[in-house]
C-alpha cells in the first residue's frame, strides 16, 4: 500500500531502471522498488500498427537485443499478430520469435471473485 503522500520516480541503478515510490512525509527508504522492463510491449485495446510500431521502434532506434509481447485474455490474438506481423513483414530477416510461453493468471474481479484469466508471452529476438 503506498502512503498517502508519495510520490513516483524513475531512477537508473547501473543500466537498469527502477520505479520506485517514496514517502514524502518522512525522509526515508523507497516503500517500493519495481524493475521496469523497457523491453516489454504490453498488448490491450490501442489500434493493432501502434503495438507493430512500437516493436519495431525497439528494434531500430533503440538497438534492443529481444522485445517481449504480453497480452491476457481476448488480446492474446491481438499479440500474435503483432508478432507475426512484425517479423515478417516490417522485420523479415531482422527480428524472429524466439519464445513463445502460454499460461493463465489468477485475477480479482470487481465483485471480489477469483477470475482465471489466460496469458501469452511472445519473446523476438534480432536474428
Known sequence: MLAKRSAYIRVMVGKQPLAMFINMEKEEMPIMAVPLMDNVILIGSKPFMSYVTAVVMHFTTRNAAEVVI??????????????????????????????????????????????????????????
Open 70 to 127: 504480453k497480452a491476457r485474455g481476448k488480446h492474446i490474438s491481438q499479440a500474435v499478430d503483432v508478432a507475426e506481423i512484425s517479423c515478417n513483414r516490417f522485420l523479415d530477416g531482422i527480428a524472429r520469435v524466439a519464445d513463445v510461453k502460454i499460461g493463465s493468471e489468477s485475477l480479482k474481479a470487481q465483485d471480489g471473485r477469483q477470475v482465471r484469466v489466460s496469458a501469452i508471452e511472445i519473446v523476438l529476438v534480432k536474428k
